[in-house]
């Protein structure tokens, strides 16, 4: 756990950091706690905590006795002092999340994606369901934070560009993050998906277990988060995760770079959905790459699957062996103990998915970690991104980060 410091330059850090223990603890902390817990001295609590009370952000609420002597007063942090609004941007579905200052989802909306080759449409569209979402929760403008917003790579994050992405046609160099901040006049902040959603899991976290894991994103597309020493990791150009072209399987559908057996083609909605209408599963409607189609396709089969139909139940456990196999890959080569599944599509296929994965996993001779590895569905389900995207927001404005630390010390 991050210890504060007691120079005057930097009180917001400290500010940070009693936030973040009072944030962590769901039965509370009283000042004498948080000294002993921050290293920080008892007025600089004292001094510390009087502020974040008159921002609103921490509330009194109570008394807890701890032996003789006087009662101490309990901190809670205030979630609905402040909200933060996530979008995360996928191929089918445009999830719109309104957010406190515990991560937990106020509000949430999902609409379908417009037609992809019409970025201004898209933007138009993201813009009203923000600003129809916050009118419904009812919440004052001064009280939102920011916004994030979670796309499919690649983007160019310090210009906050989305650049690109194989599944959104005609997405060339679309000026995301300007865009919607101009509109709505709000500090917004654009993050790869896969990246969103491990600050989501992060941020939900209250049990420390989280420090090093993989998250594994389950959309229109498929991606791979990380996070290592509680840190999240973007690489070179906060576009880390494109692991499309992991190879799975020998055969298979053919994938755009010209080989067979990529992970991306083979687990995605897609091509699920195609195989389900080859063998008759589907009606032939369904074999389209129109997302919605896909989508509404997408749940029927899973929902034949948990009905017990056959053919289903085959192209699940096809999916879940996919999976395991690319997890295997990447747990060994970046030594994992948890791998988090989660994305638009991933709640839908859990149930059945989610134990084969497991057991196929558990018993891969591939397999060489010296340890167990645990696999989890998200906290957040489906709205991972989203959430994800709000929690960028809350992460950057209340977190204790040591790169403000170095440079409010050499201010």
């Known amino acids: 756990m991050r210890r504060g410091a007691n120079l005057p330059a930097i009180g917001g850090f400290n500010q940070a950091v009693l936030l973040d223990l009072v944030r962590r603890e769901p039965e509370g902390l009283s000042r004498v706690e948080l000294a002993e817990r921050s290293g920080l001295a008892s007025q600089t609590v004292s001094n510390v905590v009087r502020r974040l009370l008159e921002l609103g952000l921490l509330r009194e609420d109570g008394l807890r006795r701890n032996g003789p002597g006087k009662p101490r007063t309990i901190l809670r942090l205030d979630t609905a002092s402040r909200v933060a609004v996530g979008v995360h941007l996928d191929p089918t579905v445009i999830t719109t999340a309104l957010v406190g200052l515990d991560g937990r989802r106020i509000e949430a909306r999902v609409e379908r994606t417009p037609s992809a080759a019409e970025p201004e449409r898209v933007v138009a569209g993201i813009v009203a369901g923000i600003e129809q979402l916050v009118e419904r929760a009812g919440v ?59 600050v989501g899991e992060l941020w939900a976290d209250r049990s420390g277990e989280l420090d090093d894991f993989g998250f594994c994103y389950y959309g229109t597309g498929v991606g ?16 880390l995760g494109d692991i499309g072209h992991l190879r799975v399987r020998d055969g298979g559908p053919r994938c755009h770079c010209g080989a067979s057996g990529c992970v991306g083609v083979a687990v995605a909605p897609a091509t699920l959905v195609a195989e389900a209408v080859a063998s008759g599963l589907l009606g032939a409607l369904a074999h389209s790459e129109e997302p919605a189609l896909v989508d509404a396709a997408a749940a029927e089969l899973a929902a034949l699957a948990a009905a017990g139909e056959p053919l289903a139940l085959a192209l699940v456990d096809r999916l879940a062996a996919d999976l395991a196999e690319g997890v295997v890959q990447l747990a060994n080569l970046l030594d994992l103990r948890r791998i988090v599944f989660g994305g638009p599509f991933w709640a839908r296929f859990a149930p059945l998915a989610l134990p084969r994965v497991r057991e196929l996993v558990a018993a891969s001779r591939a397999n060489v970690l010296p340890h167990p590895l645990v696999l989890t569905s998200s906290a957040h389900a489906d709205d991972a991104g989203a959430i994800g995207a709000a929690c960028l927001v809350l992460d950057s404005v209340l977190a204790p980060h040591p790169s403000a630390l170095l440079i409010a010390r050499a201010g």
């Open 224 to 239: 791979f988060g990380l996070a290592f020493d509680h840190q999240v990791m973007r690489g070179a150009t906060a576009n």
């Open 140 to 198: 004052p403008v001064e009280r939102i934070l920011g916004v994030g917003i979670a796309a499919p790579g690649p983007i160019d994050r310090d210009r906050g560009v989305v650049d690109d992405p194989p599944l959104l046609e005609g997405w060339h160099g679309v000026p995301l993050r300007d865009a919607i901040g101009e509109a709505l006049g709000l500090p917004v902040a654009l993050e790869k998906d896969v990246t969103a959603a491990v």
